[in-house]
């Protein structure tokens, strides 16, 4: 051995070691992966173990046996053991269970060191499963498991990814490795990726593209991001519709491969505005002699660019489509919108409408620092302190009747808490509806006198119940009397509050699913304790 | 006029009033439709004006210029204005807020005996939106609607209809309609009508289908409806895998029409076993010569008979597929599911998710009677009680100290509601968690860490809050100590009691949603008031 090569030994091992005790796994994967097998095998002999396992897993695959044959064969015996080939495949058959199995199995080959067993599940995952995965991961697992995956498979997980962990992840990247990422995205995921991207690195991408791509994105993000424009993708296939079907055969082959979920092309006139739109089903089952005109479906709408997400998804839902043309107000064909976009709305508005009944941010990250997540979790409780000291304060104007009789005070949360069960009942009902477009003015009337006779008959059945309970308990028809008729009083309001409050909010243009739980059992407690209080009080006292 | 002629212009006018006062506008039309424009002339002039008017709108629109012929020119001048044509279509356009006027328009349009109006705003409309008016309006609207809608309407609003408003209206139709409305549907949509309906009905139903179509549906009313068997279509398109493209582009144009969501055909064995699926989008892009086998996809995985739809979903989602053929365990090809399916999965698994959190029933009839809407929701009022009783109980063992210091009244409300809102915000993520199977056994742990430490945080944060606001409101440094010290403890306990309920339901097997914030209430309610009460009594008396 020459001192020159024991020097880029030493180099090589410096800048690994360097980068090993950063955790740069993926600097070196870079620094390891051209050096010479004999080079490679000395410098793994001169590791530490832990760290002569960690560098052994950034070999690849094909170069492992190579490496071992210049080791010493029980070091090779141990390290071929760790590389651990075979069982993954095994585990990735089981399609309902492996998402249970991944997360257990992910994380114990993190903590043993094992990122090829990681690499190689992530791997053969579909991008939403491992953006699934990795939200699932505590935050140094997730930046452990990115390292290992290469640029093309980040982009893809990337646009899966919630946006809070979307905007972290990719700032674990260099410039370099973004713009490599984002080059094989679809156009609509691109501008959604910028969008999630603090400003900065969202610029150096936008200026990392071409000059088509770039005045392409930039219209796009010109659109709201809840809205048909933002939704849309410009892949579509338009043609003419004075052409014959076989000409249009003969255009599509010499395309080879269509867009993902291409079930139809849009059919356009000379100046590119919507005529209607030529399904493939048709197109097979038409002579090729048939022009574009007599086979296609000129009844099919196209979506405004100007529509909100919701109305897109409601549009997709009703009408059964698969995709659909995208115009702008002049009826020129933009893009097109496909249903897996619509689907993951469906799904983002039942998470969000979950997940802001709680005070929740949908987009945010289970696993964010828990000085973040108590920092917003907090403006939720204080809102609630609010509304909980103005029930006090409602109690409190009873302290002397309170002092009196005691009793009132154990009884008087089951006032409040049927009153907020029956109320949430109703406003969950009318929430759905709202929802759904089956609560309007028109009928807000009938739903009304439907939901205050539940609110009056449940109030009888319960006002009775309580009141011999409350009797039986503490031996006074007085106060079981009084319960009885608070109870009452406080279902029908609260069947009230939980038709109004939501119609209000709407109105007001606030999510009735954010604020509505708050407001109804603010008013739901303040009834309630004012009645049985206030009752007993003018009866008792 | 001969005394038969009169007779029967009587006959006819006594069945038509007669089903006129039972309000069968389908028998009027019936007996309407057939009659000579000069006999009904003379009919209409017999009747009272509103029965004039009801009768006038069952006749048919290319009927009406031979009757208005024969009738006295007043009364034709009246009748021709009531026919109300034009403003329909008119309506019809502004596509994204049509259900709100429609709602109001339609009932209107009800109260003024309209049905021609109507019916002809149902019969532009796509049978999901017409499903979603429908529910939209009271019990006797709706019936008055669905009697204006011709049979093989009525069967596609039928799919699409909630299930307890789907055997309602059903039970509304004679055998004879409900055969006819059948007739047209998909069969999964027939074998979830059959599901649905009475098993009377349900039996009737299938007995009029023929022995080929019986004997599928038997087939599949075999598997689970919430099953991929339950949710599959046998419409499906299947080749060989050795023929060529041009064979198969022959055979489908002989099909003229293929099937709705058709956007890939299956490739089969000789033994019908399931190879791979060939896609429209490849088929028009290859070569006529080319083989099936080699343009199809053979990576693309069918989906198990077994699976159950919330799996199908998942896959839908996941992989963004359009359809998917299902097979048995033997790698048979049985049917092919659609995402115009899987888009209901998700909308109802979303709905029940939030319908259950309120203890209702995601089937249920909005305007279901009075009674019977009641007694469901009381089921759930019942159980909130025991809860509400569990918590006045722990009150109760601290009578002695309220009587003391009735100030422990005014505030204790405050410490159960933190506790019970800082739970619901753990365990709605957990929830979400669970869901998209993000939460299980393998990062339990770590989560449990992250949410104790926010539940530590927030608690130190409000506890000094409500200490101070305590303080001040009742010059107290004692009672300022102990509400702060029972708000830190209870939102710990909260933040544990939110991720363990949600757990261990999961374990037993019971829906988180559904009975998750009824134990967590239940916690927070007893922790707090025991702590709160506890503590004071401890340390003040």
């Known amino acids: 051995m020459t001192d020159d090569t024991r020097n880029s030994i030493h180099t090589g ?87 249970f199995t991944h997360i257990g199995s992910v994380r114990d080959a993190l903590q043993a060191g094992k990122y090829k067993r990681v690499g190689k599940v992530f791997r053969h995952m579909h991008p939403a499963k491992a953006a699934g995965l990795l939200e699932a991961l505590p935050p140094d697992e997730r930046s452990a498991v990115w390292e290992t995956l290469d640029s093309e498979r980040s982009g893809k ?84 519709a004075d052409v014959r079907i076989g000409s249009v055969l003969r255009y599509l082959r010499l395309l080879e491969d269509l867009p993902d979920h291409t079930d139809k092309v849009m059919v356009v006139d000379r100046k590119n505005r919507y005529l209607g739109v030529l399904r493939l089903s048709r197109m097979v089952t038409s002579l090729p002699e048939a022009k574009v005109s007599e086979v296609m479906d000129d009844e099919f709408k196209p979506i405004s660019v100007e529509s909100s997400s919701h109305e897109v998804a409601r549009l997709f839902e ?35 409408a979950m997940m802001n009944m709680a005070g929740l941010d949908e987009e945010a990250d289970m696993f964010a620092p828990i000085l973040t997540s108590t920092r917003r979790r907090s403006v939720w409780l204080g809102i609630n302190l609010i509304t909980a000291f103005l029930a006090a304060w409602v109690i409190g104007q009873f302290q002397g009747t309170l002092e009196q009789i005691v009793a009132l005070a154990v009884l008087m ?4 808490s049927m009153g907020g069960i029956a109320g949430s009942q109703t406003l969950t009902l009318v929430i759905r509806g709202l929802a759904l477009g089956q609560v309007v003015g028109g009928n807000a009337r009938v739903l009304l006198i439907k939901e205050l006779g539940i609110g009056l008959l449940n109030g009888v059945l319960w006002a009775l119940v309580v009141a011999a309970l409350a009797i039986l308990w503490f031996g006074s028809w007085q106060i079981g009397g009084i319960i009885g008729a608070a109870i009452l009083l406080n279902l029908v309001c609260a069947a009230l509050a939980g038709l109004v409050i939501p119609l209000v909010l709407r109105r007001f243009g606030i999510d009735p699913a954010l604020a509505g739980g708050v407001i109804l059992t603010t008013v739901t407690d303040v009834v309630g304790f004012f009645a049985f209080l206030g009752l007993a009080t003018l009866l008792l006292i």
């Not at 791509?213 to 043609?239: F, P, T, W």
């Not at 059964?320 to 983002?348: F, Y």
């Not at 949360?413 to 409040?416: C, E, G």
């Open 13 to 99: 091992q410096d800048a690994i070691v360097e980068a090993l005790g950063k955790g740069k796994l993926k600097r070196v994967r870079k620094l390891v992966r051209p050096m010479h097998p004999g080079k490679l095998a000395s410098l793994l002999e001169a590791l530490e173990p832990d760290q002569r396992q960690t560098v052994w897993q950034q070999v690849a695959d094909e170069d492992e046996a190579a490496v071992l044959r210049h080791l010493d064969p029980q070091m090779a015996a141990t390290l071929h053991r760790d590389s651990d080939h075979g069982d993954v495949d095994a585990d990735l058959h089981d399609q309902e269970e492996n998402v």
């Open 318 to 352: 009703d009408l059964d489509m698969l995709s659909a043309g995208v115009v702008d107000g002049d009826g020129l064909l933009l893009g097109r919108i496909t249903v897996d976009d619509v689907m993951d709305i469906i799904r983002e508005d039942s998470e969000r």
């Open 413 to 416: 949360p089951i006032v409040a």
């Open 157 to 240: 997980v990337l646009v899966h990814l919630h946006e809070e962990v979307r905007a972290k992840l990719a700032l674990e990247m260099d410039d370099e490795e973004l713009v490599a990422a984002a080059r094989k995205l679809d156009l609509d995921d691109l501008v959604d990726l910028i969008q999630a991207l603090p400003s900065g690195s969202g610029r150096q991408l936008l200026l990392s593209m071409d000059e088509q791509k770039r005045k392409q994105i930039a219209e796009m993000l010109s659109y709201h991001e809840d809205s048909a424009g933002g939704l849309m993708n410009v892949d579509h296939i338009s043609v003419r």
